[in-house]
């Protein structure tokens, strides 16, 4: 039976003769299993590639795809799992946040068919930067209440899978992906793994907070039309308060014959500025649609290839 490791790298130099040392060490201990290392270079730029070469002359099992340019992490995901030959395949990051030592326990509830998934958790955000674990607790509040489909707070990337389900996964063909909702939506028994926030062991993050906030609309507008139709909502409910507004402003004069003194200019104001930013509000929701429509219809590939030692499926 054969593993295939997933690892999306992007400048990793530092962490990856780590993450390879530790992946050995698990893959010795998992003695009836082959193992593949599928390592992605996301278009780094350091000496990712290098590194990732000689670990290659090395050890045969080491495969590389090297992206002509930084793609991002989906894209290095999708196409790690696109190469993938393996029964199972995990997908785990370079800098050990995804504890390779929950292997062979992931590989022991597959094997005995308890989960078609195992998946990782963490528990804790402890060495995150506060306001980054505030505003990722409410992104999963608020795309909960609005998918159809459960992703859990605390989810990372990190899983092992069936064939089955890698090969769900890649018939999803779209261009924009997220993978957390993909994951979820493709369905399958899964199994949840706990465990503790690890901090990266080398280099830095390669989130920044704008970076985060794309994503987060990204997971949202790729996974509902919620957003949609809250500006139907609101549409209804602003012009239900304008009707309002002038039935009040109609008994006023014409039963009570009580009339304004000064033009009614600050309601005026008022009333335009709220109207304008409920425009605007839609228009950008639909805008967020009409782009990723946009995108989707180029048909472009998620990823290029610049190159790689992984013979061709
Ligand atoms: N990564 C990538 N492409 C990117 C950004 C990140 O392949 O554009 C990889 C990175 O090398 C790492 C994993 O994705 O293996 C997670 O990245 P990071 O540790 O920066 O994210 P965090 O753990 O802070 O969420
Ligand atoms: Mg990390």
């Known amino acids: 039976m054969l ?6 790298c992007y400048n990793e130099e530092e962490s990856l003769p780590i993450f390879y040392n530790a992946a050995c060490e698990i893959t010795k ?8 290392f599928i390592f992605v270079n996301d278009g780094s730029k350091d000496k990712t590639l290098s590194v990732l070469k000689s670990l290659a002359e090395t050890d045969e099992r080491v495969k590389y795809i090297s992206f002509s340019r930084n793609f991002g992490k989906e894209a290095a995901m999708y196409a790690g799992l696109e190469n993938s030959h393996g029964d199972y395949v995990a997908i785990l990051d370079a800098d050990m946040q995804d504890p390779p030592s929950l292997l062979p326990e992931m590989v022991r509830l597959l094997d005995n068919d308890e989960a078609d998934i195992v998946a990782a958790r963490r528990v804790t955000r402890e060495g995150e930067p506060k306001i980054r674990s505030f505003f990722a607790r409410m992104f999963y509040r608020l795309i909960n209440k609005m998918c159809e489909v459960e992703i859990a707070d605390g989810a990372r990337d990190f899983r092992l899978m069936k064939r089955i ?3 769900a996964i890649i018939s999803l063909g779209e261009k924009q992906r997220f ?3 993909i994951f979820a939506w493709v369905g399958f028994r899964t199994k949840w793994l706990e ?19 794309k994503y987060a609309i990204d997971g949202i507008v790729s996974f509902t039309i919620a957003p949609m139709r809250l500006a139907t909502y609101c549409g209804f409910a602003s012009a239900f308060a304008a009707f309002c507004y002038m039935l009040y402003y109609f008994i006023r004069a014409i039963i009570l014959q009580i009339y304004n003194d000064v033009p009614g200019y600050p309601s005026l104001l008022c009333f335009i500025l709220f109207i304008g930013g409920l425009i605007l509000m839609a228009l950008g929701i639909l805008g967020e649609y009409i782009g990723r429509i946009f995108i989707e219809v180029k048909r472009r590939p998620i990823y290029i290839t610049a190159e790689t030692n992984n013979d061709k499926k």
């Open 3 to 8: 593993i295939s490791l997933i690892v999306p």
């Open 29 to 36: 201990t998992l003695s009836d299993k082959d193992f593949e």
């Open 165 to 167: 389900v890698v090969d």
């Open 179 to 181: 993978s957390k909702g």
């Open 195 to 213: 465990h503790l926030n690890v901090e990266r062991v080398a280099g830095e993050t390669k989130w920044s907070f704008w970076k985060l906030f």
